[in-house]
């Protein structure tokens, strides 16, 4: 089992910034990608960014130069940087950790595991 703990979330003003973090424990040697993920109301959770236990990174074409995910392998674990924030970030983000390094849909049969969510608001 893996528990992905988020912290960082809040309100912020549009062109603000906020960092989230996502603490990782448990059978981490499992795990070979990490990323964020987001839910604005009405719409379908999407991947806003991903980085591999190697360190490749993939992002969402909307939040490209904005959004930097990064990690720390020594205390297991992974940070969102985001800069620029934009009334439609407004979402909550959640924290996911999974087996398969391809973020396609059709390798989370192998495992994933996801945080409890993070609330983020931007007031334009």
């Known amino acids: 089992q893996v528990q992905l703990v988020e912290s960082g979330g809040g309100l912020v003003q549009a062109g603000g910034s906020l960092r989230l973090s996502c603490a990782c424990s448990?059978?981490?040697?499992?795990?070979?990608?990490m990323g964020w993920y987001r839910q604005a109301p009405g719409k379908q959770r999407e991947l806003v960014a991903g980085i591999t236990r190697g360190g490749v990174t993939n992002y969402a074409d909307s939040v490209k130069g904005r959004f930097t995910i990064s990690r720390d392998n020594a205390k297991d674990t992974v940070y969102l940087q985001i800069n620029s924030l934009k009334p439609e970030d407004t979402a909550v983000y959640y924290c996911?950790?999974?087996?398969?390094?391809?973020?396609?849909?059709?390798?989370?049969?192998?495992?994933?595991?996801w945080g409890q969510g993070t609330q983020v608001t931007v007031s334009s």
């Open positions: 996911n950790a999974r087996r398969s390094s391809n973020w396609a849909p059709q390798y989370d049969y192998l495992g994933q595991y």
């Open positions: 448990g059978s981490i040697f499992s795990i070979n990608a």
